[in-house]
């Protein structure tokens, strides 16, 4: 027996649900409101829910909890991430786990592969496993964030007394020192 019988469901339960936690949070209604924020959140449930009953392993929704709490962490008001993009990162950060541990789990157990060959499967599938996550990050770094500190920053300056002014001496073939005195008269003028 290369695998348990417990991973299979679990990839497949983690892969169903990152991918629709993806679809969930695709459409722009999902990602404008508390309210509507709750749709990848129930889609993500009933994807765990249909799996585990598909399986008759009733523990694989003890397995989605991960992604409802860090929706719950999502939904306070200090984080700097959105519900959603809480809920989203959750449910690729336990695919992702599930996948490694489902194949660590078949190349550590198989005889059969020498020691190069799994060293170098096994490092194929981290490349492939956490190459994605750099951009995925930013990706959820501008829709995914509740604040942006710069930008709030900016906009709780107050406004300049006067603002600055811009004019373009446009020289056509007149000698740099004539240049410099309008430029200095121009400077003078308020």
């Known amino acids: 027996m290369l695998m348990p019988a417990w991973i299979e469901p679990l990839l497949v339960t983690t892969t169903l649900v990152a991918l629709i936690a993806l679809l969930g949070v695709v459409p722009r209604f999902a990602r404008a409101s508390q309210v509507y924020g709750g749709i990848?959140?129930?889609?993500?449930?009933?994807?765990?829910?249909?799996?585990?009953l598909s399986f008759h392993q009733l523990w694989l929704l003890?397995?989605?909890?991960l992604p409802g709490l860090a929706w719950l962490i999502g939904m306070h008001r200090r984080t700097v991430w959105n519900a959603w993009a809480c809920l989203y990162a959750a449910c690729l950060v336990q695919q992702a786990i599930a996948t490694?541990?489902?194949?660590?789990?078949?190349?550590?157990?198989?005889?059969e592969l020498s020691l190069v060959l799994r060293s170098l499967a096994w490092g194929r599938q981290v490349l492939a496993v956490v190459a994605p996550f750099p951009l995925t990050i930013d990706v959820l770094a501008v829709p995914g964030r509740r604040h942006f500190p710069e930008r709030d920053r900016m906009l709780a300056a107050p406004e300049p007394s006067h603002w600055p002014g811009c004019l373009q001496v446009p020289p056509h073939n007149e000698p740099p020192e004539l240049v410099a005195r309008v430029i200095l008269q121009l400077l003078r003028q308020q």
């Open 40 to 52: 990848p959140l129930g889609l993500v449930a009933l994807a765990g829910g249909a799996t585990a």
């Open 62 to 65: 003890g397995a989605m909890l």
């Open 100 to 111: 490694l541990f489902s194949l660590g789990w078949v190349l550590l157990r198989s005889s």
